[in-house]
């Protein structure tokens, strides 16, 4: 097949393309070029702004891809674009999408006060109305995310892409991706703790028992690799997550055995969790997220062990921490509250 990937040289892309190339296929990437990844020579390299792509139509229609693979889609104009640019031209387009698109989510943040969403949530459940962050976060993630639109909404692009039949498009509803070359060092508030010595970690009691999708980002490229190559995906919607789910704890648990760390998790009331590690979430809303329908239509199975993604994670983590770091450590603060509660779980 010849495929092209739109933004494929970022954290989740180089690993779609490579094992687009390792299956066979022939494959060019578009991207600005600010980032450097190495690809096999079997690469091609379009240098361009996706956003500039429709005056590239001829270029486009000369190539004849056989599907399009939009990894950096974020906005419903940049939908319309893609649509547009490649109807009449390619057999499919791939577009990946976020958990974040579901209603649970609006309810766990708050800006959706309703009734609670029924679990697991399935590629049928309720989308959220409302937008999912407040004005001006957008702006704010570009500063890790170099290619987001500041009209970022995954559920205005999934709209504006069901309304293409030619092409048909696939949609895939991403989780929490962690793994090398992770932009959100998802691994890493937990890591530089045990790092720094610290010996009791700390876990607000209004999360420690939610729920959150995962996948590990190589797991994740093959699922986004079998959607790709496989005919019976067009027009279908998959949600793609590890099939066992664990909280907030279990997951600080698995971290910390994957370095040999011996201390101790405390999970304290809200009232008694330092300010910086509290979340104001709406825990009555879990996030559990089934994908089911992938595994079953498409036989999508991980294909590397959890130890063996955490053990790649943590690596590249502790030899590439962030420049700027999202996450706060005031160990102070944490040891002011550690001497006023007892709540140990073991």
Known sequence: MKVLVIGGSGFIGPFVVLQLVDAGHDVTVLHRGHAKPVFPEAVRILRGDRNLMPERRQEFERAAFDVVVDVILSSEKQARALVETFSGLTG??????????????????????????????????????NPPYPPGHALKMQAIFSWLDEDYDKVRVEKALRASTNPPVTILRLPMVHGPGDPLHRLHPILKRIDDGREVLLLDANIANMHSPRGYVEDVAHAIVLATTSPNAAGKTYNIVEEEHFTEMEWMRLVAAAVGWKGEIRVLPTDKTPAHLRLPINSRQDWLVSSGRIRKELGYRETVTRHEALRRTIAWERANPPSISLAVFDYAAEDAALRITHNVVK
Do not use: C, F, K
């Open 92 to 129: 499919r387009i791939v577009a990946l999408s976020s958990q974040d698109a579901y209603r649970a989510y609006a309810v766990i943040l708050g800006t959706d006060n309703g009734d609670l969403e029924p679990l697991p949530l399935t590629e049928d459940s309720a989308l959220r109305m």
